[in-house]
């Protein structure tokens, strides 16, 4: 037995220096990871705040355009307004001119009809800019999707269905009717 011994340390002694390499190896190996989860750990961090920081941006950015959309929404007919306020001046210098006081009526009545007539083109060349065009329905088949009807009159010229005349003219918005026009139908010829 004692020979066992003696053969099984000699064996155990030469595993040792093994085992203690492992052991060395294993311990370098966790130190080693444990340097790579404190890197990880601060990768994790940062990228963590930089994910914040793009959500926080982004919340911003929503923030910012919800913004600018009501200021676009509230604002939106600003430009018309500006080009409407032309056409105020143009009526107050056309009431100036036929509140004179002194000189013949019909001059200053002429003069304010000139005003007003100036005044009408300038409207409607700027209704023009804005993409709202007048409907020309006189004569046309009667469109209930663009047209009111007022009253129906015998006529023999206009065939029945069709309009007489206009009470109020039709405007169109780009694509849409802005207003319908209010016009007399035809009933045709008088019986």
């Known amino acids: 037995m004692t020979e066992d011994k003696k053969t099984s340390n000699p064996?155990?002694?030469q595993e040792s220096p093994e085992i203690l390499e492992e052991l060395e190896d294993e311990q370098i190996a966790a130190e080693e990871e444990g340097v790579d989860i404190d890197t990880l750990l601060q990768e994790l961090e940062e990228?963590?705040?930089?994910?914040?920081?793009?959500?926080?941006?982004?919340?911003?950015?929503?923030k910012r355009m919800e913004r600018d959309k009501e200021k676009l929404l509230k604002y939106a007919g600003e430009n018309i307004l500006r080009e409407l306020l032309t056409t105020v001046d143009n009526l107050d210098r056309a009431l100036e001119q036929g509140g004179i006081e002194g000189g013949d009526p019909m001059q200053k009545l002429e003069g304010l009809l000139?005003?007003?007539?100036?005044?009408?083109?300038?409207?409607?060349?700027?209704?023009?800019?804005?993409?709202?065009a007048p409907l020309d329905l006189v004569g046309q088949p009667f469109n209930p999707d663009e047209m009111d009807a007022l009253t129906m009159e015998a006529s023999d010229e206009v065939p029945a269905n069709h309009v007489l005349r206009e009470f109020a003219k039709g405007?169109?918005?780009k694509d849409r009717i802005l207003r319908h026009a209010q016009?007399?139908?035809?009933?045709?010829?008088?019986k």
């Open 171 to 173: 405007y169109t918005f």
């Open 114 to 132: 000139a005003g007003v007539d100036l005044t009408r083109k300038g409207l409607e060349a700027m209704l023009v800019r804005f993409d709202v």
């Open 47 to 62: 990228t963590r705040g930089q994910m914040l920081r793009v959500a926080a941006d982004a919340d911003n950015f929503k």
């Open 11 to 13: 064996e155990q002694e």
């Open 183 to 190: 016009v007399v139908v035809s009933s045709g010829p008088e």
